[in-house]
């Protein structure tokens, strides 16, 4: 870009003409909304709003999304998969997150206290495997609303005495749409009154076909209160692993997302992110959402401080100036003015919309205005 009006990189900055005349004001230069700007001048207000110029267009570093380029695939390695446990409200979804926590996670941790930090990582055969453990569908329902994809393969709980419930098919359609592929879990199999036979039926309804009647799902029996066949499920999830070949590239700058966040008293604003591509690292300056900052301390599931987290590692940190929203994008800068002007930046510019949007003239707060 060699020139742009005053008007024209208002625009493109998403601000107001007179906002832009001001910063020149005070950078000493008088201009006037039609005034032409040199690539100098560009740059210099650009930056303000923590946006680069290069060579032809105008890199927007408050779209966060954008900023996330491709690896080449040489440049990447195995990552462990993220899964989602979802289901029909007590077919045992957390009876099963706390059965695999509790079979694999404690192993050699020896009085290692589990930290509840809404994502947590097991052990298998030498391989990880994360699993979320937002409550409800959360995980599901408020990030993809919000355009963050953070599962990989969801389990399906269903209850073999109950069914497949509305719940069921929810789930089934949530993971669907996310082209998410689907373990099912057939749960509460001790039970007297468990019936397999029908929970497979129902699902052959909703495209879910297992194995032994020819169809491509994988279907896992499981007690998750007396914790047997979890090896299996877990087991089933390694190959789902291999077979989609999750990957990513531990070398870049991290990105991923925000699981839970929350204001603590002693620590301030504590947020768990889950790392989905890159290395997270101790010191890191960051945005996340609408905040800003450097990456003070982090923890991982276990409670244990680390210095840096890699590819698809859920860990919590602190050093944010605002509380961010679950399902928030994060991405690491170069810099802290950088990540600070960006954070800023998006800050504003949601308070702006905020405000647009109550001032929204309806008929109904027309009369209220008059
Ligand atoms: P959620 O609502 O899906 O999280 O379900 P919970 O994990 O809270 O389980 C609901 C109830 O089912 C609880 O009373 C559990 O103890 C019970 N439950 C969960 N899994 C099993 C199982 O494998 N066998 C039996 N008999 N009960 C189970
Ligand atoms: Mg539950």
Redesign the pocket.
């Known amino acids: 870009i060699e020139s742009l009006t005053v008007q024209e990189l208002a625009k493109k900055l998403h601000r107001e003409p007179s906002e832009i005349i001001k910063k020149l004001f005070m950078l000493g230069v008088m201009a006037t909304i039609n005034q032409t700007l040199d690539k100098d001048a560009i740059e210099l207000i650009a930056g303000e709003y923590g946006v680069e110029v290069e060579e032809e267009i105008l890199v927007d570093l408050t779209d966060l999304e954008s900023l996330v380029t491709d690896d080449a695939p040489e440049n990447t390695i195995e990552r462990p998969s993220v899964v989602t446990i979802m289901?029909h409200?007590?077919?045992?979804?957390?009876?099963?997150l706390d059965s695999i926590r509790n079979t694999k996670v404690t192993e050699g941790e020896a009085g290692g206290i589990t930290q509840h930090i809404g994502a947590y990582q097991v052990e298998v055969s030498g391989k990880k495997i994360t699993f979320l453990d937002t409550p409800g569908h959360a995980a599901f329902t408020t990030m993809r609303a919000r355009g963050a994809q953070v599962t990989d393969i969801t389990i399906l709980?269903v209850a073999a005495d109950d069914g497949v419930m509305p719940q069921t098919v929810e789930a089934i359609n949530h993971a669907k749409a996310a082209e998410v592929p689907i373990i099912v879990a057939v749960?509460?199999m001790?039970?007297e009154s468990a019936n397999p036979d029908r929970v497979m039926q129902e699902l052959t309804e909703h495209g879910l076909v297992s194995e032994a009647w020819g169809g491509d799902t994988i279907f896992v029996p499981i007690?998750?209160?007396?914790g047997e066949g979890i090896d299996t499920l877990l087991e089933m999830v390694l190959l789902v692993g291999e077979v989609e070949e999750y990957k990513a590239n531990p070398e870049r700058r991290a990105v991923g997302t925000v699981i839970e966040s929350r204001l603590d008293k002693g620590r301030g604003t504590v947020a768990t992110l889950l790392v989905q591509n890159g290395t997270l690292k101790i010191g890191d300056p960051i945005v996340v959402g609408n905040s800003f900052g450097r990456v003070r301390a982090m923890v991982n599931d276990l409670g244990r401080r680390v210095k840096e987290a890699g590819p698809s590692t859920p860990v919590e940190i602190t050093g944010l100036n605002e509380v961010p929203d679950a399902g928030d994008r994060f991405i690491v800068f170069e810099d802290e003015k950088t990540a600070r002007q960006v954070g800023e930046t998006r800050a504003q510019r949601q308070l702006v919309s905020s405000r647009n949007e109550k001032s929204v003239v309806t008929l109904d707060n027309l009369f209220e205005q008059m």
């Not at 007690?223 to 007396?226: G, N, P, T, Y």
């Open positions: 289901g409200v007590d077919h045992g979804k957390t009876t099963l709980v749960n509460k001790d039970k007690s998750a209160k007396q």
